[in-house]
């Protein structure tokens, strides 16, 4: 369903969690509708929601009633249940009352989104033939963490650190961050990349990779040796810009380009991730994570 926004229902008893799976679920493109219970849901149905996510345990009308309310009204609209801890047996029966999959809790956010795009592709029981494109996978560049070159390793440090925390938000529902920071130049497009990894290689003295005399091979340091030299380093490192210590800019591929296309690209440069290009310009990160949410989809199909 690449031609139009899907629209959610989310019926859920927890404010929060409704509160902050809407913002998550907004910021990955979704329309998104609100039902604090079952009444609210039958109610909200009326929409005309492409999916419903629908949790098992609610007070008053539970969610194996409400489903089987919402059924009479909608035959057909997908409905993903939500379940706690111990309540498999909960979940293999809403399956047998018209629940189209179920995730339990607390639910990565990328699972979550793979499942409503796998709900909303299914037709009459059979996935549709064509193939999602790498556009449709990628993590927008809006959702992506972007700094200058200019940058300090400490402005780094702290925006990968918020990328983590934004997508943490509560004890249902969770996101990890990207581990990266995408280098932009003035113009937006993408000049390098800065790691995780590649601030543990910053960290490291120089001679220590530097060519060793052969009787010198052998030497092991001991454990007096590395003693306070992380926080040693990392304060030398904290001011220096981020392009001195950065990889290099990751492969870039089209938003139109097939998925396998993605998979051969990170193969053969030892990529992680790729740069995606739209409409003449940066649009997003296709992530290898993003790759392996989307195999999981359609082996479920």
Not at 22 to 30: A, N, P, V, W, Y
Not at 33 to 48: C, N, S, V, W
Not at 168 to 184: C, F, K, N, P, Y
């Amino acid at each position: 369903m690449t031609d139009k926004t899907i629209k959610v229902l989310l019926v859920d008893d927890e404010a929060q969690f409704r509160a902050t799976t809407e913002k998550i679920l907004q910021r990955k493109g979704f329309q998104t509708i609100l039902a604090a219970d079952g009444r609210q849901a039958l109610e909200k149905i009326a929409q005309k929601p492409d999916v419903v996510i629908l949790d098992i345990k609610m007070p008053g009308m539970d969610g194996l009633e409400t489903l089987r309310e919402l059924r009479k009204l909608s035959a057909t609209t997908p409905v993903i249940m939500l379940t706690g801890h111990g309540s498999g047996h909960l979940a293999q029966e809403a399956l047998q009352h018209g629940a189209s999959d179920f995730l339990a809790k607390p639910c990565d956010i990328d699972l979550l989104a793979s499942k409503i795009y796998e709900a909303c592709h299914v037709v009459g029981g059979k996935a549709k033939a064509d193939e999602r494109r790498v556009g449709e996978v990628m993590v927008p560049l809006s959702e992506y963490t972007t700094l200058a070159e200019s940058a300090t390793v400490a402005q780094a440090i702290k925006a990968l650190r918020e990328s983590f925390v934004s997508r943490q938000a509560t004890d249902s529902i969770m996101e990890t961050g990207h581990r990266s920071v995408l280098v932009v130049d003035g113009h937006g497009e993408a000049v390098g990349l800065l790691s995780i990894g590649d601030l543990m290689r910053a960290l490291m003295p120089p001679y220590l990779s530097a060519p060793k005399p052969t009787l010198a091979e052998t030497i092991q340091y001991s454990p007096m040796f590395w003693t306070g030299m992380f926080s040693l380093a990392l304060k030398k490192l904290a001011d220096r810009p981020i392009g001195e210590i950065m990889s290099p800019a990751p492969p870039t591929i089209s938003a139109e380009a097939s998925l396998l296309e993605a998979a051969y690209l990170m193969l053969k440069n030892g990529a992680r991730r790729l740069a995606v290009r739209g409409n003449g310009k940066l649009a997003g990160v296709v992530r290898e994570q993003d790759l392996f949410f989307e195999m999981d989809r359609l082996l479920r199909a």
